[in-house]
């Protein structure tokens, strides 16, 4: 009786690629099943006016359900993990590859935003992340006496 060897496809790649790749040991993102799983962090561009700061995120195929926005300690974190599964048959046999890895960006906001009003939506894999500002304090006009000697 024969056995099957499992081709593990991560092997070949490790073989041409260098060993550090990207600043991370690419081996070790192998997950014993045969998946990768790595840390990655999403691209996001910032823009801010007078009323509020606007953060788009992109998160290509990652629902709603599978991240968490807060404001906490003067920054906004979105957190997640993103989890793509592509299956395809070809002359009867299946292949099946899998990636799984979490994410994470903070961006730190300015003293003046107000943390209860602040709306997220997703749409097309881009998170929108809307932070509305307080408006500045204009102190109240005083008169100070003066003193004379």
């Not at 081709?7 to 550090?20: G, L, M, Q, T, V």
């Not at 290509?60 to 926005?69: I, R, S, T, Y």
């Not at 299946?94 to 730190?108: K, L």
């Amino acid at each position: 009786m024969s056995s099957l060897a499992r081709w593990n496809p991560f092997d070949e790649i490790a073989s041409r690629w260098p060993r550090s790749f990207f600043g991370r040991d690419l081996l070790s993102a192998v997950q014993p099943d045969g998946t990768l799983a790595m840390e990655w962090s999403p691209r996001c561009d910032v823009a801010e006016d007078d009323a509020e700061i606007v953060v788009h995120a992109e998160l290509p195929g990652v629902e709603a359900k599978d991240m968490e926005v807060t404001v906490h300690e003067g920054a906004l974190q979105i957190r997640g993990e993103k989890r793509t599964e592509k299956k395809s048959e070809e002359k009867g046999q299946t292949y099946t590859e899998r990636f799984f890895g979490s994410f994470e960006r903070r961006i730190a906001l300015p003293s003046n935003v107000d943390t209860e009003k602040v709306q997220a939506k997703l749409a097309d894999g881009v998170l929108e992340v809307r932070i509305a500002k307080t408006p500045p304090v204009q102190p109240a006009a005083r008169k100070i006496e003066i003193a004379t000697s």
